[in-house]
């Protein structure tokens, strides 16, 4: 029986360190403490980017790639700390994507769940899983896992929207798969607005149950939910950290709307200035109306307009103000999957 180390110095520790390499074993003692943090420590920093900037340059990419050469002629917003990674946090990605009147971006389906928030634009159009939907500014629209989806513009101008996607969630797992359909635009199976009238109204099939993890609505019109907004900012008691804040929610069990990815809107009233928050979720945040200021613990405040953009990572302290009149915000993170694995958190000051 081979006799232990007795590792006497610095010296002697070093060459016990380079067997045990050689071997494909580390001392954990070497590691622990960032292994097991004393608090959450991501990698992605705050970040903001200005609409002004961004859109003349999505301009020049729709001149210079058409969207059946690019497939999808995105431009992926990358966090200044994770470039070259697609990513906008740690665990969430998004892009700003572009279709020009007359254009088809290519049907394909993928197992990363993708939510459209729309920035710009009228006539354009999502199909997903055989039934189209038309786009308008503020629109929240669903792509799940694993469907058929392409998108198109039968209008005028160009037409904008954020893609959202949990594409580092599903990276890490090394769980993706992608395919592309056979046709240029997939066939529709169900007329516009099905979904919308079938699970949307406050209203379900008898008898049917669901077995998807992801809502069966879709498109979530930004109509609706600005008019929920505006009511509640008058009735409700404002929540002094969060302001207005509603969550898309999954009609069918009253979960959120994807297994992976939390959307969110809230309204700040004129004047309203939220309390400092955290939270372990990383979220992307862009400012849909009005103006605001958005103040990250120990970093200079930003001044948001509309369209802006501003990666927030987890458990950064942040606070909202609305500046000029009402904001309202649009939002999306990993939450869901922190409240499923037991992780979330959450600090109020």
């Given at each position: 029986m081979n006799e232990p180390h007795v590792l006497k110095n610095s010296v002697d520790r070093s060459a016990f360190y380079k067997e045990l390499d050689a071997l494909n074993l580390a001392p954990l003692w070497e590691v622990l403490k960032g292994l097991v943090p004393?608090?959450?420590?991501?990698?992605?920093?705050?970040?903001?980017?200005?609409?002004?900037?961004?859109?003349?340059?999505?301009l020049a990419a729709g001149g210079s790639i058409s969207a059946e050469e690019a497939e999808r002629r995105v431009l992926v917003l990358e966090n200044p700390k994770l470039r070259g990674k697609s990513q906008i946090t740690d665990t969430l990605y998004a892009g700003l994507q572009l279709i020009l009147p007359g254009e088809v971006a290519p049907a394909h389906r993928h197992t990363q769940s993708a939510l459209r928030f729309v920035l710009e634009g009228s006539g354009g159009y999502t199909a997903v899983a055989g039934e189209r939907t038309t786009m308008h500014r503020g629109d929240l629209i669903l792509t799940p896992f694993w469907t058929w989806h392409d998108h198109g513009h039968d209008g005028t101008g160009p037409v904008i929207w954020m893609d959202c996607l949990d594409v580092p969630l599903v990276g890490f797992l090394k769980t993706g798969f992608r395919e592309e359909h056979a046709e240029a635009a997939q066939g529709t199976s169900r007329p516009e607005g099905y979904s919308q009238a079938m699970y949307g109204s406050g209203l379900l099939p008898v008898g049917q149950s669901f077995g998807s993890l992801t809502s069966p609505v879709f498109n979530y019109p930004y109509s609706r939910t600005r008019e929920a907004l505006h009511r509640l900012?008058?009735?409700?008691?404002?929540?002094?950290?969060?302001?207005?804040?509603?969550?898309?929610?999954?009609?069918?069990?009253?979960?959120?709307?994807m297994p992976t990815l939390g959307p969110i809107m809230r309204l700040l009233p004129k004047g309203f200035s939220t309390s400092m928050y955290r939270s372990t979720d990383s979220a992307v945040f862009v400012l849909v109306e009005g103006e605001a200021t958005i103040e990250v613990e120990g970093a200079t405040p930003v001044k948001l307009k509309e369209n802006d953009v501003f990666a927030m990572p987890g458990w950064c302290a942040y606070r909202l103000h609305a500046s000029t009149g009402?904001?309202?915000?649009?939002?999306?993170?990993?939450?869901?999957?922190?409240?499923?694995?037991?992780?979330?958190?959450?600090?109020?000051r």
């Open positions: 004393a608090d959450p420590r991501p990698t992605a920093a705050p970040y903001a980017w200005q609409w002004t900037t961004v859109r003349p340059q999505l900012a008058r009735t409700k008691e404002i929540d002094p950290h969060l302001g207005i804040c509603l969550r898309y929610v999954n009609p069918a069990n009253g979960d959120w709307v009402e904001c309202v915000f649009f939002s999306f993170s990993d939450r869901p999957v922190h409240e499923k694995l037991g992780l979330f958190r959450e600090e109020r």
